[in-house]
Protein backbone atom coordinates (compact mmCIF):
# COMPACT_ATOMS: atom_id res chain seq x y z
CA UNK A 1 0.00 0.00 0.00
CA UNK A 2 1.40 3.61 -1.08
CA UNK A 3 1.68 6.10 1.44
CA UNK A 4 1.40 9.42 0.98
CA UNK A 5 1.51 12.68 3.10
CA UNK A 6 -0.59 15.80 2.61
CA UNK A 7 0.50 19.24 3.81
CA UNK A 8 -1.56 22.70 3.35
CA UNK A 9 -3.01 24.94 5.53
CA UNK A 10 -5.56 22.07 7.30
CA UNK A 11 -7.47 22.42 10.04
CA UNK A 12 -7.90 26.27 10.81
CA UNK A 13 -11.52 26.16 9.48
CA UNK A 14 -10.80 28.17 6.10
CA UNK A 15 -13.30 27.11 3.96
CA UNK A 16 -10.94 27.24 0.68
CA UNK A 17 -8.07 24.84 2.16
CA UNK A 18 -10.80 22.49 3.43
CA UNK A 19 -12.21 21.77 -0.17
CA UNK A 20 -9.06 21.67 -1.61
CA UNK A 21 -7.85 19.09 0.70
CA UNK A 22 -11.03 17.62 1.33
CA UNK A 23 -10.79 17.20 -3.20
CA UNK A 24 -7.26 16.29 -3.13
CA UNK A 25 -8.20 13.15 -0.66
CA UNK A 26 -11.49 11.92 -2.77
CA UNK A 27 -9.56 12.51 -6.49
CA UNK A 28 -6.69 10.61 -4.96
CA UNK A 29 -8.52 7.44 -3.04
CA UNK A 30 -10.60 7.71 -6.50
CA UNK A 31 -7.32 7.27 -8.86
CA UNK A 32 -5.39 4.84 -6.71
CA UNK A 33 -7.55 2.25 -4.83
CA UNK A 34 -5.56 1.28 -1.66
CA UNK A 35 -3.74 4.35 -0.98
CA UNK A 36 -2.83 5.45 2.59
CA UNK A 37 -3.49 8.82 3.29
CA UNK A 38 -1.97 11.05 6.08
CA UNK A 39 -2.62 15.02 6.38
CA UNK A 40 -0.71 17.27 8.54
CA UNK A 41 -3.09 19.80 10.34
CA UNK A 42 -3.63 22.17 12.72
CA UNK A 43 -6.38 19.88 14.34
CA UNK A 44 -5.70 16.40 13.35
CA UNK A 45 -8.34 15.11 15.36
CA UNK A 46 -10.94 16.89 13.26
CA UNK A 47 -9.33 16.52 10.42
CA UNK A 48 -9.70 12.54 10.65
CA UNK A 49 -12.64 12.49 11.70
CA UNK A 50 -14.07 14.70 8.66
CA UNK A 51 -12.24 12.99 5.79
CA UNK A 52 -11.58 9.19 7.25
CA UNK A 53 -7.46 9.49 6.85
CA UNK A 54 -4.53 9.31 9.92
CA UNK A 55 -3.49 13.15 10.73
CA UNK A 56 -0.75 14.64 12.26
CA UNK A 57 -0.04 17.60 14.02
CA UNK A 58 2.04 20.30 11.65
CA UNK A 59 4.98 20.21 13.92
CA UNK A 60 8.32 19.72 11.53
CA UNK A 61 9.21 17.32 13.96
CA UNK A 62 6.34 15.01 13.23
CA UNK A 63 6.08 15.18 9.27
CA UNK A 64 9.34 14.26 9.01
CA UNK A 65 9.02 11.23 11.77
CA UNK A 66 6.26 10.54 9.16
CA UNK A 67 8.05 11.65 5.99
CA UNK A 68 10.44 8.27 7.08
CA UNK A 69 7.69 6.20 5.98
CA UNK A 70 6.17 7.69 3.47
CA UNK A 71 6.09 7.47 -0.26
CA UNK A 72 5.27 10.61 -1.83
CA UNK A 73 4.87 14.07 -0.08
CA UNK A 74 2.14 16.25 -1.39
CA UNK A 75 2.11 20.15 -1.14
CA UNK A 76 -1.21 20.64 -1.48
CA UNK A 77 -3.12 23.68 -2.31
CA UNK A 78 -4.11 26.51 -2.44
CA UNK A 79 -1.61 29.36 -2.05
CA UNK A 80 0.97 28.41 0.32
CA UNK A 81 3.64 29.93 -1.70
CA UNK A 82 3.07 33.67 -1.29
CA UNK A 83 4.76 35.97 1.53
CA UNK A 84 1.53 38.42 1.05
CA UNK A 85 0.39 37.18 4.31
CA UNK A 86 3.84 35.87 6.26
CA UNK A 87 7.01 35.39 5.29
CA UNK A 88 7.09 32.58 8.37
CA UNK A 89 4.61 30.67 6.60
CA UNK A 90 6.16 31.11 3.20
CA UNK A 91 9.86 29.60 4.87
CA UNK A 92 7.35 26.84 6.66
CA UNK A 93 6.51 25.43 3.70
CA UNK A 94 9.53 26.03 1.41
CA UNK A 95 11.24 24.06 4.54
CA UNK A 96 8.50 21.01 4.40
CA UNK A 97 9.73 20.44 0.85
CA UNK A 98 13.44 20.86 1.26
CA UNK A 99 12.96 18.13 4.12
CA UNK A 100 11.06 16.05 2.21
CA UNK A 101 13.76 16.12 -0.58
CA UNK A 102 16.65 15.61 2.46
CA UNK A 103 14.34 12.50 3.84
CA UNK A 104 14.12 11.20 -0.16
CA UNK A 105 10.83 11.60 -0.72
CA UNK A 106 9.48 12.23 -4.05
CA UNK A 107 7.40 15.52 -3.98
CA UNK A 108 4.33 17.09 -6.01
CA UNK A 109 3.35 20.51 -5.99
CA UNK A 110 -0.53 19.49 -6.12
CA UNK A 111 -2.53 22.04 -8.22
CA UNK A 112 -0.93 24.81 -5.97
CA UNK A 113 -1.34 29.04 -6.74
CA UNK A 114 2.11 30.34 -6.99
CA UNK A 115 3.24 33.88 -5.40
CA UNK A 116 2.81 36.93 -5.23
CA UNK A 117 6.80 36.64 -4.19
CA UNK A 118 7.38 40.35 -3.31
CA UNK A 119 10.79 39.97 -1.81
CA UNK A 120 13.95 38.66 -2.75
CA UNK A 121 14.71 36.03 -0.40
CA UNK A 122 10.87 34.34 -0.68
CA UNK A 123 11.72 33.90 -4.70
CA UNK A 124 15.48 32.57 -3.66
CA UNK A 125 13.78 30.37 -1.17
CA UNK A 126 10.89 29.20 -3.44
CA UNK A 127 13.40 28.46 -6.32
CA UNK A 128 15.53 26.41 -4.27
CA UNK A 129 12.46 24.56 -2.35
CA UNK A 130 10.15 23.77 -5.67
CA UNK A 131 13.40 23.03 -8.08
CA UNK A 132 13.93 19.77 -6.70
CA UNK A 133 10.51 18.68 -6.12
CA UNK A 134 9.71 15.75 -8.96
CA UNK A 135 6.34 16.76 -10.28
CA UNK A 136 4.85 20.73 -10.40
CA UNK A 137 1.64 21.02 -11.10
CA UNK A 138 -0.10 24.51 -10.47
CA UNK A 139 -3.49 25.89 -10.92
CA UNK A 140 -3.33 28.53 -13.54
CA UNK A 141 -0.71 30.04 -16.12
CA UNK A 142 -0.18 33.35 -13.26
CA UNK A 143 1.66 30.42 -11.05
CA UNK A 144 3.42 29.14 -14.04
CA UNK A 145 4.77 32.18 -14.87
CA UNK A 146 6.04 32.96 -11.45
CA UNK A 147 7.84 29.99 -11.24
CA UNK A 148 9.68 30.83 -14.63
CA UNK A 149 10.12 34.15 -13.49
CA UNK A 150 12.20 33.36 -10.55
CA UNK A 151 14.17 31.09 -12.16
CA UNK A 152 12.80 27.40 -11.50
CA UNK A 153 13.98 25.21 -14.80
CA UNK A 154 11.93 22.26 -13.71
CA UNK A 155 8.91 22.27 -16.20
CA UNK A 156 5.59 23.14 -14.71
CA UNK A 157 2.03 21.78 -15.54
CA UNK A 158 -1.07 24.17 -15.42
CA UNK A 159 -3.64 22.08 -13.96
CA UNK A 160 -6.29 23.54 -11.98
CA UNK A 161 -7.74 23.75 -8.42
CA UNK A 162 -8.44 20.76 -6.98
CA UNK A 163 -11.41 22.34 -5.17
CA UNK A 164 -13.42 21.79 -8.69
CA UNK A 165 -13.71 18.50 -8.14
CA UNK A 166 -15.77 19.01 -4.67
CA UNK A 167 -19.89 17.50 -4.96
CA UNK A 168 -22.65 20.53 -3.50
CA UNK A 169 -24.05 18.80 -0.16
CA UNK A 170 -27.75 20.62 -0.76
CA UNK A 171 -29.14 22.78 2.32
CA UNK A 172 -31.97 24.16 1.05
CA UNK A 173 -31.30 27.37 3.10
CA UNK A 174 -33.24 30.29 1.32
CA UNK A 175 -35.71 27.95 -0.24
CA UNK A 176 -38.65 30.39 2.14
CA UNK A 177 -36.36 33.75 1.94
CA UNK A 178 -37.25 36.20 -0.53
CA UNK A 179 -35.54 36.67 -3.53
CA UNK A 180 -32.99 37.79 -5.11
CA UNK A 181 -30.87 36.14 -2.53
CA UNK A 182 -27.52 38.66 -2.71
CA UNK A 183 -24.60 36.82 -0.81
CA UNK A 184 -20.91 38.30 -0.14
CA UNK A 185 -18.07 36.86 0.75
CA UNK A 186 -15.75 38.87 2.17
CA UNK A 187 -12.32 38.83 3.85
CA UNK A 188 -10.39 41.81 5.91
CA UNK A 189 -7.44 43.29 3.69
CA UNK A 190 -5.93 46.47 4.03
CA UNK A 191 -7.50 49.30 2.44
CA UNK A 192 -10.86 47.95 2.08
CA UNK A 193 -13.76 49.69 3.54
CA UNK A 194 -16.36 48.04 5.03
CA UNK A 195 -18.64 51.54 4.96
CA UNK A 196 -18.74 51.54 1.51
CA UNK A 197 -19.25 47.90 1.32
CA UNK A 198 -22.33 48.70 3.81
CA UNK A 199 -23.93 51.29 1.79
CA UNK A 200 -23.53 49.03 -1.93
CA UNK A 201 -25.65 46.15 0.02
CA UNK A 202 -28.17 48.75 1.47
CA UNK A 203 -28.44 50.32 -1.73
CA UNK A 204 -28.75 46.63 -3.87
CA UNK A 205 -31.38 45.85 -1.49
CA UNK A 206 -33.27 48.98 -1.65
CA UNK A 207 -33.44 48.59 -5.84
CA UNK A 208 -33.64 44.52 -5.54
CA UNK A 209 -35.86 43.89 -2.86
CA UNK A 210 -34.42 40.51 -1.94
CA UNK A 211 -32.11 39.45 0.83
CA UNK A 212 -28.62 39.91 1.61
CA UNK A 213 -26.38 37.46 3.12
CA UNK A 214 -22.62 36.94 4.42
CA UNK A 215 -21.02 34.06 3.30
CA UNK A 216 -18.05 33.06 6.15
CA UNK A 217 -15.42 31.08 4.54
CA UNK A 218 -12.70 31.57 7.24
CA UNK A 219 -13.70 30.29 10.63
CA UNK A 220 -13.74 33.13 13.13
CA UNK A 221 -12.18 35.70 10.76
CA UNK A 222 -14.80 36.35 8.35
CA UNK A 223 -17.54 36.37 10.68
CA UNK A 224 -16.27 39.41 12.47
CA UNK A 225 -15.71 40.84 8.99
CA UNK A 226 -19.49 40.31 8.33
CA UNK A 227 -20.75 41.75 11.49
CA UNK A 228 -18.44 44.87 11.09
CA UNK A 229 -20.45 45.46 7.86
CA UNK A 230 -24.12 44.58 8.74
CA UNK A 231 -23.87 47.03 11.92
CA UNK A 232 -22.97 49.56 9.46
CA UNK A 233 -25.98 48.69 7.59
CA UNK A 234 -29.31 50.06 7.43
CA UNK A 235 -31.37 47.19 6.23
CA UNK A 236 -31.24 43.57 7.88
CA UNK A 237 -28.80 41.07 6.55
CA UNK A 238 -28.56 37.10 7.39
CA UNK A 239 -24.69 35.87 8.54
CA UNK A 240 -24.30 32.25 7.92
CA UNK A 241 -23.76 30.73 10.54
CA UNK A 242 -20.18 28.99 10.45
CA UNK A 243 -20.98 25.98 8.22
CA UNK A 244 -18.70 23.06 8.80
CA UNK A 245 -17.94 20.97 5.67
CA UNK A 246 -16.74 22.75 2.44
CA UNK A 247 -19.22 20.85 0.39
CA UNK A 248 -22.06 22.09 2.45
CA UNK A 249 -20.59 26.09 1.92
CA UNK A 250 -20.57 25.43 -1.82
CA UNK A 251 -24.37 24.28 -1.28
CA UNK A 252 -24.60 27.71 0.19
CA UNK A 253 -23.47 29.52 -2.97
CA UNK A 254 -25.26 27.26 -5.36
CA UNK A 255 -28.54 28.52 -3.49
CA UNK A 256 -27.81 32.26 -4.23
CA UNK A 257 -28.89 34.58 -7.24
CA UNK A 258 -25.78 36.32 -7.42
CA UNK A 259 -22.38 36.37 -5.20
CA UNK A 260 -19.59 39.64 -4.38
CA UNK A 261 -17.14 37.66 -4.09
CA UNK A 262 -13.05 38.47 -2.47
CA UNK A 263 -12.46 34.85 -1.43
CA UNK A 264 -11.46 33.00 -4.22
CA UNK A 265 -12.92 30.47 -3.52
CA UNK A 266 -16.35 31.92 -3.18
CA UNK A 267 -15.85 32.69 -6.39
CA UNK A 268 -14.65 29.29 -7.68
CA UNK A 269 -17.91 27.63 -6.21
CA UNK A 270 -20.08 30.06 -7.60
CA UNK A 271 -18.90 29.61 -11.33
CA UNK A 272 -19.19 25.88 -10.73
CA UNK A 273 -22.59 26.26 -9.77
CA UNK A 274 -23.69 29.13 -12.72
CA UNK A 275 -23.99 31.36 -10.17
CA UNK A 276 -23.58 34.76 -11.18
CA UNK A 277 -20.70 36.54 -9.62
CA UNK A 278 -18.88 40.46 -9.21
CA UNK A 279 -15.08 39.24 -8.07
CA UNK A 280 -13.39 41.94 -5.42
CA UNK A 281 -9.64 41.04 -5.89
CA UNK A 282 -7.21 41.75 -3.21
CA UNK A 283 -4.76 38.91 -4.81
CA UNK A 284 -3.98 38.25 -8.52
CA UNK A 285 -5.16 34.47 -7.85
CA UNK A 286 -8.85 36.41 -7.80
CA UNK A 287 -8.05 38.41 -11.15
CA UNK A 288 -6.23 35.15 -12.97
CA UNK A 289 -9.39 33.25 -12.31
CA UNK A 290 -12.04 35.51 -12.88
CA UNK A 291 -10.47 36.55 -16.39
CA UNK A 292 -9.80 32.46 -16.83
CA UNK A 293 -13.84 31.74 -17.12
CA UNK A 294 -14.17 35.06 -18.75
CA UNK A 295 -16.37 37.24 -16.49
CA UNK A 296 -15.76 40.98 -16.08
CA UNK A 297 -12.58 42.67 -14.37
CA UNK A 298 -13.05 42.65 -11.12
CA UNK A 299 -13.43 45.07 -8.71
CA UNK A 300 -10.02 46.08 -6.63
CA UNK A 301 -10.78 45.73 -3.18
CA UNK A 302 -8.99 48.98 -2.22
CA UNK A 303 -11.08 51.17 -4.81
CA UNK A 304 -14.50 50.03 -3.48
CA UNK A 305 -17.44 52.47 -4.40
CA UNK A 306 -21.12 51.90 -3.57
CA UNK A 307 -22.51 52.81 -6.82
CA UNK A 308 -20.22 50.79 -8.54
CA UNK A 309 -20.69 47.93 -7.00
CA UNK A 310 -24.47 48.21 -7.46
CA UNK A 311 -24.26 48.83 -10.66
CA UNK A 312 -21.83 45.77 -11.12
CA UNK A 313 -24.37 43.53 -9.45
CA UNK A 314 -27.30 44.48 -11.54
CA UNK A 315 -25.44 43.94 -14.56
CA UNK A 316 -24.72 40.63 -13.96
CA UNK A 317 -28.21 39.49 -12.83
CA UNK A 318 -29.92 41.49 -15.80
CA UNK A 319 -27.19 39.97 -17.62
CA UNK A 320 -28.26 36.14 -16.59
CA UNK A 321 -31.82 37.02 -16.79
CA UNK A 322 -31.57 37.54 -20.49
CA UNK A 323 -29.98 34.36 -21.40
CA UNK A 324 -31.66 31.22 -21.99
CA UNK A 325 -30.83 28.85 -18.84
CA UNK A 326 -28.88 31.94 -17.13
CA UNK A 327 -25.23 32.31 -17.30
CA UNK A 328 -22.92 29.33 -16.82
CA UNK A 329 -19.14 29.77 -16.96
CA UNK A 330 -16.51 27.65 -18.52
CA UNK A 331 -15.11 25.47 -16.35
CA UNK A 332 -15.89 21.80 -17.57
CA UNK A 333 -12.27 22.15 -18.87
CA UNK A 334 -11.01 23.12 -15.43
CA UNK A 335 -12.78 20.23 -13.74
CA UNK A 336 -10.61 17.66 -16.30
CA UNK A 337 -7.85 19.58 -15.70
CA UNK A 338 -8.01 19.17 -12.00
CA UNK A 339 -8.50 15.43 -12.27
CA UNK A 340 -5.20 15.70 -13.93
CA UNK A 341 -3.34 15.86 -10.51
CA UNK A 342 -4.13 12.83 -9.02
CA UNK A 343 -3.11 10.89 -12.19
CA UNK A 344 0.69 12.77 -12.10
CA UNK A 345 1.07 11.79 -8.40
CA UNK A 346 -0.35 8.29 -9.00
CA UNK A 347 2.46 8.01 -11.68
CA UNK A 348 4.69 9.53 -9.49
CA UNK A 349 4.47 6.67 -7.29
CA UNK A 350 5.49 4.48 -9.75
CA UNK A 351 7.97 6.61 -12.29
CA UNK A 352 10.10 9.37 -12.23
CA UNK A 353 12.05 11.98 -14.28
CA UNK A 354 15.62 13.03 -14.40
CA UNK A 355 17.59 14.84 -16.65
CA UNK A 356 14.41 13.73 -19.12
CA UNK A 357 14.55 10.60 -19.30
CA UNK A 358 11.46 9.01 -17.61
CA UNK A 359 12.05 5.87 -15.08
CA UNK A 360 9.92 3.13 -13.41
CA UNK A 361 10.11 3.45 -9.67
CA UNK A 362 10.24 -0.31 -8.93
CA UNK A 363 11.90 -2.64 -6.41
CA UNK A 364 12.90 -6.39 -7.68
CA UNK A 365 8.81 -8.23 -7.23
CA UNK A 366 7.18 -4.87 -9.23
CA UNK A 367 9.81 -5.28 -11.84
CA UNK A 368 9.61 -9.33 -11.72
CA UNK A 369 5.41 -8.56 -12.18
CA UNK A 370 5.90 -5.97 -15.06
CA UNK A 371 8.39 -8.77 -16.90
CA UNK A 372 5.75 -11.24 -16.61
CA UNK A 373 3.18 -9.05 -17.74
CA UNK A 374 5.25 -7.90 -20.88
CA UNK A 375 5.44 -11.87 -21.28
CA UNK A 376 1.36 -12.29 -20.92
CA UNK A 377 0.79 -9.39 -23.29
CA UNK A 378 2.95 -11.23 -25.84
CA UNK A 379 4.04 -8.01 -27.79
CA UNK A 380 7.93 -7.45 -28.02
CA UNK A 381 9.11 -5.18 -25.11
CA UNK A 382 12.70 -3.40 -24.22
CA UNK A 383 13.69 -3.68 -21.16
CA UNK A 384 16.59 -1.19 -19.72
CA UNK A 385 18.31 -1.88 -16.51
CA UNK A 386 19.23 1.62 -15.81
CA UNK A 387 22.12 3.19 -14.35
CA UNK A 388 23.79 6.43 -14.08
CA UNK A 389 26.83 6.36 -16.60
CA UNK A 390 23.27 5.54 -19.30
CA UNK A 391 22.23 8.78 -18.45
CA UNK A 392 24.73 10.67 -19.18
CA UNK A 393 25.37 8.80 -22.80
CA UNK A 394 22.38 9.94 -23.39
CA UNK A 395 22.77 13.86 -22.76
CA UNK A 396 25.10 13.57 -25.84
CA UNK A 397 23.80 10.81 -27.62
CA UNK A 398 20.55 11.75 -29.35
CA UNK A 399 20.28 8.15 -31.00
CA UNK A 400 20.48 6.62 -27.37
CA UNK A 401 18.30 9.21 -25.67
CA UNK A 402 15.26 8.24 -28.37
CA UNK A 403 15.91 4.41 -27.15
CA UNK A 404 15.67 4.93 -23.71
CA UNK A 405 12.78 7.16 -24.37
CA UNK A 406 11.24 4.50 -26.71
CA UNK A 407 11.76 1.17 -23.87
CA UNK A 408 8.79 -0.09 -22.16
CA UNK A 409 10.24 -0.78 -19.05
CA UNK A 410 13.51 1.05 -17.28
CA UNK A 411 14.42 -0.32 -13.92
CA UNK A 412 16.51 1.43 -11.76
CA UNK A 413 20.29 -0.59 -11.85
CA UNK A 414 21.99 1.29 -10.00
CA UNK A 415 22.65 3.39 -6.79
CA UNK A 416 23.01 6.91 -8.97
CA UNK A 417 19.57 6.34 -10.12
CA UNK A 418 18.41 5.30 -6.93
CA UNK A 419 19.28 8.56 -5.04
CA UNK A 420 18.61 10.59 -8.16
CA UNK A 421 15.09 9.39 -8.37
CA UNK A 422 14.52 9.56 -4.44
CA UNK A 423 14.50 5.50 -4.58
CA UNK A 424 14.58 3.06 -1.42
CA UNK A 425 16.44 0.44 -3.30
CA UNK A 426 17.89 -0.56 -6.38
CA UNK A 427 17.09 -3.61 -8.91
CA UNK A 428 20.77 -4.86 -9.85
CA UNK A 429 20.56 -6.24 -13.12
CA UNK A 430 22.14 -9.37 -11.86
CA UNK A 431 19.38 -10.48 -8.88
CA UNK A 432 17.16 -9.71 -12.04
CA UNK A 433 18.28 -12.42 -13.81
CA UNK A 434 18.20 -14.53 -11.21
CA UNK A 435 14.55 -13.93 -9.94
CA UNK A 436 13.52 -14.57 -13.54
CA UNK A 437 15.40 -17.33 -13.87
CA UNK A 438 13.74 -18.12 -10.66
CA UNK A 439 10.07 -17.29 -11.90
CA UNK A 440 10.86 -18.76 -15.23
CA UNK A 441 11.80 -22.28 -13.95
CA UNK A 442 8.85 -21.54 -11.85
CA UNK A 443 5.96 -21.07 -14.85
CA UNK A 444 7.55 -22.36 -17.75
CA UNK A 445 9.57 -19.11 -19.63
CA UNK A 446 12.24 -19.85 -21.72
CA UNK A 447 15.49 -17.60 -21.89
CA UNK A 448 17.71 -16.81 -25.05
CA UNK A 449 21.20 -15.45 -23.91
CA UNK A 450 23.22 -13.73 -25.71
CA UNK A 451 26.36 -11.75 -25.04
CA UNK A 452 30.21 -12.33 -24.06
CA UNK A 453 33.00 -14.27 -25.09
CA UNK A 454 32.85 -17.63 -26.95
CA UNK A 455 31.54 -20.06 -24.43
CA UNK A 456 29.91 -17.82 -21.26
CA UNK A 457 26.55 -17.55 -21.86
CA UNK A 458 26.53 -21.28 -22.46
CA UNK A 459 28.25 -21.50 -18.94
CA UNK A 460 25.94 -18.81 -17.40
CA UNK A 461 23.02 -21.05 -18.29
CA UNK A 462 24.14 -24.22 -17.27
CA UNK A 463 24.81 -22.09 -13.87
CA UNK A 464 21.30 -21.02 -13.82
CA UNK A 465 19.72 -24.40 -15.02
CA UNK A 466 21.49 -25.79 -12.27
CA UNK A 467 20.20 -23.57 -9.66
CA UNK A 468 16.95 -23.66 -11.01
CA UNK A 469 16.03 -27.18 -12.53
CA UNK A 470 13.67 -27.31 -15.29
CA UNK A 471 15.14 -23.68 -16.47
CA UNK A 472 14.01 -23.57 -20.39
CA UNK A 473 17.01 -22.53 -21.79
CA UNK A 474 16.01 -21.47 -25.74
CA UNK A 475 19.67 -21.06 -26.77
CA UNK A 476 22.69 -19.15 -25.62
CA UNK A 477 24.90 -17.59 -28.24
CA UNK A 478 28.61 -15.44 -27.33
CA UNK A 479 28.51 -11.44 -27.51
CA UNK A 480 30.79 -10.79 -30.69
CA UNK A 481 29.20 -12.34 -34.20
CA UNK A 482 29.90 -10.72 -37.88
CA UNK A 483 27.06 -9.15 -39.54
CA UNK A 484 26.40 -12.69 -41.59
CA UNK A 485 25.94 -14.42 -37.91
CA UNK A 486 24.08 -11.73 -36.56
CA UNK A 487 21.20 -12.21 -39.86
CA UNK A 488 21.82 -15.93 -38.59
CA UNK A 489 21.14 -15.31 -34.88
CA UNK A 490 17.94 -12.88 -35.49
CA UNK A 491 16.55 -15.44 -37.39
CA UNK A 492 17.25 -18.47 -34.95
CA UNK A 493 15.74 -16.19 -31.65
CA UNK A 494 12.06 -15.34 -34.53
CA UNK A 495 11.95 -18.79 -35.09
CA UNK A 496 12.64 -20.55 -31.68
CA UNK A 497 10.32 -17.55 -29.87
CA UNK A 498 11.65 -17.66 -26.78
CA UNK A 499 9.58 -15.84 -23.74
CA UNK A 500 12.83 -13.62 -22.47
CA UNK A 501 15.81 -12.21 -24.68
CA UNK A 502 18.65 -11.86 -22.03
CA UNK A 503 21.53 -9.60 -24.30
CA UNK A 504 24.61 -8.67 -22.91
CA UNK A 505 26.87 -6.45 -24.87
CA UNK A 506 27.72 -4.34 -22.49
CA UNK A 507 25.40 -0.92 -22.05
CA UNK A 508 24.52 1.23 -24.91
CA UNK A 509 25.29 -0.98 -27.54
CA UNK A 510 22.92 -3.95 -26.44
CA UNK A 511 19.75 -1.15 -26.01
CA UNK A 512 20.51 -0.10 -29.49
CA UNK A 513 20.78 -3.55 -30.70
CA UNK A 514 17.07 -4.31 -29.26
CA UNK A 515 15.87 -1.49 -30.23
CA UNK A 516 16.61 -2.02 -34.09
CA UNK A 517 16.18 -5.81 -34.00
CA UNK A 518 12.70 -5.69 -31.92
CA UNK A 519 10.20 -6.25 -33.92
CA UNK A 520 11.71 -8.86 -36.09
CA UNK A 521 12.95 -10.85 -32.74
CA UNK A 522 9.66 -10.64 -31.29
CA UNK A 523 10.35 -11.69 -28.46
CA UNK A 524 8.09 -10.40 -25.67
CA UNK A 525 10.44 -9.69 -22.68
CA UNK A 526 13.94 -8.39 -24.25
CA UNK A 527 16.83 -7.10 -21.32
CA UNK A 528 19.78 -5.62 -21.60
CA UNK A 529 21.93 -7.41 -19.01
CA UNK A 530 26.06 -5.69 -19.57
CA UNK A 531 28.35 -7.49 -18.32
CA UNK A 532 26.28 -10.85 -15.95
CA UNK A 533 27.42 -13.78 -17.40
CA UNK A 534 30.42 -13.36 -16.79
CA UNK A 535 29.59 -13.09 -13.41
CA UNK A 536 27.07 -15.62 -13.58
CA UNK A 537 30.09 -17.97 -15.17
CA UNK A 538 32.24 -17.18 -12.45
CA UNK A 539 34.60 -15.51 -14.72
CA UNK A 540 33.87 -12.01 -12.73
CA UNK A 541 33.31 -12.15 -9.27
CA UNK A 542 30.56 -9.76 -7.95
CA UNK A 543 32.11 -7.36 -5.17
CA UNK A 544 31.32 -8.50 -1.77
CA UNK A 545 27.77 -7.94 0.25
CA UNK A 546 29.25 -5.12 2.33
CA UNK A 547 30.43 -3.15 -0.57
CA UNK A 548 27.00 -3.36 -2.10
CA UNK A 549 25.88 -2.15 0.88
CA UNK A 550 28.16 0.57 1.09
CA UNK A 551 27.14 1.43 -2.27
CA UNK A 552 30.10 1.08 -3.72
CA UNK A 553 30.06 -2.00 -6.53
CA UNK A 554 30.45 0.62 -9.48
CA UNK A 555 34.21 1.46 -7.23
CA UNK A 556 34.92 -2.36 -7.19
CA UNK A 557 34.00 -3.18 -10.80
CA UNK A 558 36.80 -0.01 -11.45
CA UNK A 559 38.95 -1.88 -9.35
CA UNK A 560 38.49 -5.15 -11.20
CA UNK A 561 38.76 -3.40 -14.88
CA UNK A 562 40.64 -0.11 -14.51
CA UNK A 563 39.83 0.10 -18.49
CA UNK A 564 36.43 1.82 -16.94
CA UNK A 565 37.56 5.09 -15.83
CA UNK A 566 36.32 6.90 -18.81
CA UNK A 567 32.68 5.45 -17.59
CA UNK A 568 34.01 5.76 -13.83
CA UNK A 569 34.27 9.71 -14.69
CA UNK A 570 30.52 9.97 -15.83
CA UNK A 571 29.73 9.55 -12.28
CA UNK A 572 30.77 12.71 -10.89
CA UNK A 573 29.19 14.34 -14.37
CA UNK A 574 25.94 12.94 -13.28
CA UNK A 575 25.70 14.07 -10.13
CA UNK A 576 26.43 17.94 -11.38
CA UNK A 577 23.82 17.20 -13.81
CA UNK A 578 21.22 16.12 -11.28
CA UNK A 579 22.05 18.86 -8.98
CA UNK A 580 21.73 21.38 -11.34
CA UNK A 581 18.72 20.11 -12.66
CA UNK A 582 17.47 20.71 -9.28
CA UNK A 583 18.41 24.46 -9.45
CA UNK A 584 20.83 23.93 -6.37
CA UNK A 585 23.81 25.24 -8.58
N1 LIG B 1 30.32 -7.67 -25.01
C1 LIG B 1 29.80 -8.47 -26.00
N2 LIG B 1 29.88 -8.04 -27.29
C2 LIG B 1 30.45 -6.85 -27.63
C3 LIG B 1 30.95 -6.04 -26.59
C4 LIG B 1 30.86 -6.47 -25.28
O1 LIG B 1 29.29 -9.55 -25.71
O2 LIG B 1 30.50 -6.55 -28.81
C5 LIG B 1 30.18 -8.15 -23.64
C6 LIG B 1 31.45 -8.23 -22.85
O3 LIG B 1 32.14 -9.42 -23.12
C7 LIG B 1 30.91 -8.17 -21.43
C8 LIG B 1 29.74 -7.25 -21.57
O4 LIG B 1 29.40 -7.22 -22.95
O5 LIG B 1 30.45 -9.42 -21.03
C9 LIG B 1 30.03 -5.84 -21.12
O6 LIG B 1 30.35 -5.85 -19.80
P1 LIG B 1 30.45 -4.52 -18.95
O7 LIG B 1 30.72 -4.92 -17.56
O8 LIG B 1 31.35 -3.54 -19.61
O9 LIG B 1 28.98 -4.01 -19.17
P2 LIG B 1 28.01 -3.23 -18.21
O10 LIG B 1 27.35 -4.28 -17.39
O11 LIG B 1 28.81 -2.30 -17.41
O12 LIG B 1 27.08 -2.59 -19.19
Redesign the pocket.
Known amino acids: MKKVLISGYYGFGNTGDEAILSAIISSLKLEIPNIDITVSSARPEETEHRYSVKAISRSVREVRRTLKRTDLFISGGGGLLQDVTSLKSLAYYCGLLILARIERVPVMIFGQGIGPLKRRISRMLTRLAVSGCNAIAVRDEGSKRVLEEIGVRRESIVTADPAFLLKPVKTSRFDDTERPVVGFALRAWQGIDFASIARAADAIGERLGGTTVFIPFHQGRDHSVAEQITQRMKRSAVVVDEVDLPAEVLGVIGELDVLVGMRLHSTIFAAMQSVPFVPISYDPKVTEFAMAVGTMEPVSSVNIDADMLVSRVENILGLSSSLDGGLSYPIEDMRLKARQNAVFAKQLLKERRVLGIRFDALEMDEAADSIERCIAEGRPHLVVTL?A?MMVMANSDAAFKSVLEKADLLIPDSIGITWAGKLRARVP?IEMIDELAKRAAGKGYSLYM????HG?AEKAAAKLRQKYPGLRIAGAH???FTKAQEAELVAEIQAIKPDILLL???????EKWIAEHLHTLGVPACL???????VIAGNVNRAPVWVRQAGLEWLY?FAQ?PT?LK?LLALPKFVYLVIRERGLM
Open positions: NEGVGADISGYGLGMGKQGVGGSFDRRRR
